[in-house]
């Protein structure tokens, strides 16, 4: 058994922790300082803070607008999933979410920090992604009137990405954030990081088992057991005119090379559902695990990398 180092905090309305594995020159003060990265992020994406460069944004003139570069590395993703699902990804959902009573951050499983969201009456523009501007040259957007950026089903994943990097040098590392995650290299057994995922019915239960054949991944989970207000959860179809949570599945489980594609991609295949959702993760060639509302299991082998368990057969 190797020595690790657990650093447990709060960040981005979640529970991250940093585990280093082996003996790490302050090990403490690295994983602190990986950690921090959720807090930039969230300074910079969150549509819950007031003073972040997304509610600016939101509130700007709809002529291009300047973002830095963290923000725009961030956007440039998003817009390439919106592109690559259709919209069945869409950076620009906030209003239809606000309209839904997502219209504060969460802690805990409860909605804290209440913060109105910009000409809350003007309706959700479905699709409004299609119609602002990036450019890449300038690092400016233009938005179209009354759009609402939500970055939320991306930012952590982005922020893991970040975190995971800043630990660039650690050969053994896994961080957790409300139950996405970065692993690398071997957990303090000297074994393959494994990750349980959660059933969406029954509790604490896990769905099944993951084992992943590569140095390096992440694994992120979308699913409709987490957030939900009396209009439903808060996986919403942005296709449609008026946007409504999506049903079929239950949960999506994606796991990729990066925590910031596995994160959209999750959000993206539990819209579209479990055959469309599929061949998008086969096309991205990343690795899926759907658990669909009658309780069947799918498994998509799009990276191969991974093996997908039942947890009764684990």
Known sequence: MTAAT????TAMSTTVSVQLVGAIPEAATRA???VEWFRVVEAHCSRFLGDSEVSALCRGERSPQPVSPLLFALLRVAWAVAA????????????ALHHHGFDRSWQDGHQVSLR???DATAPHLSGAWREAVLDEAASTIALPPHTVLDLGGIAKG??????AQ????VPNVCIVAGGDLHCRGHNPRGTPWRTAVRHPVEGEGAACVVDVAAQEYAL?????????TAAGHHLLDPRATAPTPSVGLRSVTVVAPTAVVADALATAAFVLGAEAGAALLRAQQVDGYFLDAAGAHHEVHGWGASTFTRSDAA
């Open 158 to 163: 982005f922020a893991l990405d970040l975190a």
């Open 6 to 9: 657990e650093f447990v905090t």
């Open 84 to 95: 690559a699902t259709d919209g069945a990804f869409d950076p620009t959902l906030g209003r």
């Open 116 to 118: 109105p969201t910009p």
């Open 32 to 34: 602190a300082q990986a």
């Open 166 to 169: 800043s630990l660039h040098d």
């Open 220 to 228: 992120c989970t979308s699913g409709d057991y987490t957030r939900a």
